[in-house]
């Protein structure tokens, strides 16, 4: 009787109510754990899954995917640049600029 009064007493603390002691509760948060860990990694390599910009969904984006857009993204400004100060087309090339930034920066700042 006084194993369920205090297993009452747990249950009203905020836990789930399937769990009666905390053995239990801590099997389940490791089982949790395990799965979150084979969902998210494949192979060693950290994967992100289903990033949403705008209406566009990119999924299944690895750690070298995104070092790659990144280093793409840094030679891209380098070549705007370039022409930039051969043309000299300051007021276009800003824009390419601010356009290709924001898109890039939104999908670096949501990893």
Same mark, same amino acid.
């Not at 009787?1 to 747990?10: A, D, F, G, R, T």
């Not at 999924?59 to 070298?64: F, G, K, Q, T, V």
């Not at 890039?104 to 990893?111: E, G, S, T």
């Given at each position: 009787?006084?194993? !369920?009064?205090? @297993?009452?007493?747990?249950r009203s603390v905020g836990r789930p109510k399937k769990y009666f002691n905390d053995e239990d509760r801590k099997e389940?948060?490791?089982? @949790? @754990? #395990?799965?979150?860990?084979r969902r998210f990694m494949n192979d060693g390599t950290i994967t992100l899954t289903d990033i949403r910009i705008g209406n566009v969904n990119i999924?299944?984006?690895?750690?070298?995917k995104v070092n790659l857009l990144r280093d793409t993204y840094k030679l891209c400004l380098q070549k705007v640049r370039k022409i930039t100060s051969i043309l000299d087309l300051s007021q276009i090339s800003s824009r390419v600029i601010q356009v290709v930034s924001s898109g890039?920066?939104? !999908? #670096?700042?949501?990893?």
């Open positions: 009787s006084e194993q !369920v009064e205090q @297993q009452i007493e747990k389940a948060i490791r089982k @949790q @754990q #395990l799965a979150t860990k999924h299944a984006l690895d750690e070298n890039l920066l939104a !999908v #670096l700042n949501k990893i």
